[in-house]
């Protein structure tokens, strides 16, 4: 059973910055494509970022320039930095495993966590 557990979200002011983390207990991500995905109140579940096995990485262009994608296979665990958060990226930031680099999701979601920007 594969297991996706994220953490860091939580609430920052406009312009601050935040690292989520997705961790698993297996080497899954050097096998499978890891995507984070968000969804916000009241829209579809969108790609933020993905990466591959290779290390290619894809950025939706809402984050390009701000967001950063990376892996740790040592430790198992896929990152999304953050940086100049605006209060359009408040969501529930999910962490998915064997989805496609240009955004269909696989069947492995972790649990979300909530990124609230706001003053």
């Known amino acids: 059973q594969v297991q996706l557990v994220e953490s860091g979200g939580g609430l920052v002011q406009p312009g601050g910055s935040l690292r989520l983390s997705c961790a698993t207990s297996?080497?899954?991500?050097?096998?499978?494509?890891t995507g984070w995905y968000r969804q916000a109140p009241g829209k579809q579940r969108e790609l933020v970022a993905a990466?591959?096995?290779?290390?290619?990485?894809n950025y939706a262009d809402s984050v390009k320039g701000r967001f950063t994608i990376s892996r740790d296979n040592a430790k198992n665990t896929v990152y999304l930095q953050m940086n100049s958060l605006k209060p359009e990226d408040t969501a529930v930031y999910y962490c998915?495993?064997?989805?496609?680099?240009?955004?269909?999701?696989?069947?492995?979601w972790g649990q979300g966590t909530q990124v609230t920007v706001s003053s």
């Open positions: 990466i591959t096995t290779g290390g290619s990485t």
């Open positions: 998915n495993a064997g989805g496609t680099f240009t955004g269909t999701p696989g069947r492995y």
């Open positions: 297996g080497s899954i991500f050097s096998i499978y494509t």
